[in-house]
């Protein structure tokens, strides 16, 4: 029998992800909560780029009543305590629930109690099981390295590096007010403020270290812009000299005295901005959009000092579009590992607690155009 499931958001993650659930073989899709009036009644297939499949939008939780699982995708990085109050009464309904929207919560046991005591309370209540994943948060810096370090004999540190051109990322908030491109220098954003980047990633160190079975010291924050020397525009919008055209943010756990464990996200909005910074090894080309080198390109790194030494770039792409193809991988893992969530034992999880999320059952044609929220679900 098809577990039922509801999806809340149907944003730039939350496209990919109703479009995943209605193609997946073992869900059901049961109901569509969206915030946007232009998207109320429109049918769920149609929102995603396909024929109607009987489920309309609505803008009333109530009708996720029917749901076994409830994929919760909306955005949440201004609203982070309205969006654990959305889930937190999904729980207590007795709804499991996965999502990615606020992201520290990859690994509950790293963050403050005043986040995940409400949702350890409903979860109990409800007797449901919550997850929280993604792409970065999630699979590249989580499960990837983890998974890596199976195969090693000795292990001195570990880097987790995301490098990616934000230029075609369709969340002009999360781009220019949230990151801060486009910003004069002394403008700092929201994700530029001492402990942000801490706050949101810091979770993801706690993890790797609790799966390596160490203990971290400390963590350090570093935080670097650079300034675009000169105009440029984007698909999205316009970078004037002087303002912020690339960010790097950086989170060095501490083990036994080292520094040990390393999270770096390196964020450009023009390809030939910081060229010391790191670059990803591109084998995927991304399509000329016409704007040169705010492409869009990116990939993920994990480079695992030991022995062996190991070196490992994630390249995701969809037609040749790396934005689309880390969007889909990680509205993807959160879908593919409802079956592994609806089993699981009630309570707050992290991919520790799930057996290995594969791709069971997608080994099959799906008609119709790859899901994204820049063509699609306006």
């Keep these: 029998m098809a577990i039922k499931v509801g999806v809340w958001g149907p944003g730039s993650m939350g496209i990919v992800a109703l479009r995943a659930v209605i193609d997946h073989p073992e869900l059901e899709l049961v109901a569509l909560v969206v915030h946007s009036e232009a998207k109320v009644g429109r049918d769920a297939g149609e929102l995603c780029g396909i024929d109607p499949v009987g489920v309309r939008a609505t803008d009333a939780p109530a009708v996720l009543d029917d749901a076994d699982v409830v994929v919760y995708a909306a955005a949440a990085n201004l609203r982070p305590l309205e969006a654990i109050t959305d889930m937190a009464q999904l729980l207590r309904a007795g709804k499991d629930v996965v999502s990615c929207s606020v992201v520290p919560l990859v690994f509950p046991d790293a963050v403050d109690d005043a986040l995940v005591g409400p949702l350890r309370e409903a979860a109990e209540a409800g007797r449901s099981s919550f997850y929280t994943t993604g792409i970065d948060t999630g699979f590249a810096n989580d499960v990837l390295p983890l998974v890596l370090s199976g195969i090693s004999r000795q292990i001195d540190s570990i880097r987790v590096t995301e490098m990616f051109n934000y230029a075609t990322y369709p969340d002009p908030q999360a781009v220019y007010e949230i990151l801060g491109f486009g910003k004069q220098p002394e403008e700092v954003a929201l994700a530029a403020m001492p402990g942000v980047f801490s706050f949101g990633w810091g979770p993801v160190l706690h993890q790797l270290a609790a799966g390596l079975g160490v203990t971290l ?71 000329d959009l016409g704007f040169g080198g705010a492409s869009g390109r990116g990939a993920y790194r994990v480079e695992i000092e030991g022995s062996p030494a190991i070196r490992c770039e994630l390249e995701l792409a969809d037609d040749h579009d790396h934005d689309l193809g880390a969007r889909i991988a990680g509205a993807c893992r959160m879908v593919n590992a409802i079956p592994a969530v609806y089993s699981a034992a009630p309570g707050l999880l992290s991919a520790a607690d799930l057996p290995l999320v594969t791709g069971a059952g997608l080994m099959r044609p799906v008609a119709g155009p790859t899901p994204d929220s820049r063509l699609v679900g306006r």
């Design 217 to 287: 010291d400390e963590i350090e924050e570093s935080n670097e812009r650079v300034l675009a020397p000169t105009d440029f525009d984007t698909p999205t919008g316009r970078i004037a000299a002087g303002t912020v055209g690339a960010m790097r943010s950086t989170l060095t756990g501490w083990v036994d005295g080292k520094p040990a464990l390393v999270v770096d996200h390196v964020t450009r909005m023009h390809d030939d901005l910081a060229p010391h910074w790191p670059q990803p090894q591109i084998a995927i080309e991304p399509k």
